[in-house]
């Protein structure tokens, strides 16, 4: 049995399904440190940001202009020392 390679995926259906497989396969290739970024460090992006909004700081919507800003986030949270709050 031999798999052919094709450029253009004809149905719609199968396409739809090959879109999931690929979407999943890219999700479980991700290190623990992307999925924690994803999950905590833009959350708490978010929340700071509205914070310094509310403090009349308007350069704060900048902050959540790229991932480097999460990304610190999230590397300050995985650094923390355990019970440290």
């Known amino acids: 049995m031999s798999a052919r390679v094709v450029d253009r995926v004809r149905s719609g259906v199968l396409g739809a399904q090959l879109v999931m497989i690929v979407a999943k396969l890219g999700e479980a290739l ?3 440190f992307t999925r ?8 708490q992006a978010v929340r700071m940001v509205q914070a310094a909004l509310g403090f009349g700081s ?4 900048e902050w959540l202009a790229g991932v480097e ?4 986030l999230a590397f300050m ?4 020392p355990t019970g440290y709050s």
């Open 30 to 32: 991700k290190c623990g």
């Open 36 to 43: 924690h970024v994803e999950s905590y460090g833009v959350r």
């Open 58 to 61: 308007e350069v704060a919507r």
């Open 69 to 72: 800003f999460a990304r610190y």
């Open 77 to 80: 949270n995985i650094n923390q």
